[in-house]
């Protein structure tokens, strides 16, 4: 597996200058949400070690946990081959989704 380190703007963030980003607890592999980040929020993520997304809907910056105290702290920061999507492994305290669930994934297409 090559290694190589890339500039965080050298990513091909959307029109509207966002990047997806998916959420992995680092022990156990599972997915536990998707959020958009776009250049600021990436490199808050970076120089905090905490998740820091851009809010779509409130057009602001939110460090998940910063509210309920669901910290993500960051393991790893990993872009795919196309340099347009992001997967941030994470220690996660307490759960992850707004509902009270650990993952924003808890329902299944029957």
């Not at 490199?43 to 602001?60: A, L, P, Q």
Request: charged letters at 30%; proline letters at 1%.
């Amino acid at each position: 597996m090559k290694k190589t380190i890339v500039r965080v703007r050298s990513l091909k963030y959307d029109k509207k200058g966002l990047i997806p980003a998916i959420i992995q607890d680092y022990r156990t592999g599972e997915v536990l949400m998707v959020a958009y980040m776009n250049e600021e929020s990436l490199r808050r993520t970076i120089r905090s070690g905490k998740t820091c997304f851009w809010s779509r809907s409130r057009k602001e910056y939110w460090v998940k946990g910063a509210t309920s105290g669901n910290f993500q702290f960051v393991k790893g920061i990993y872009y795919d081959c196309d340099m347009d999507a992001l997967l941030i492994k994470v220690r996660q305290v307490g759960v992850a989704c707004h509902t009270g669930n650990r993952s924003c994934f808890y329902r299944k297409i029957n």
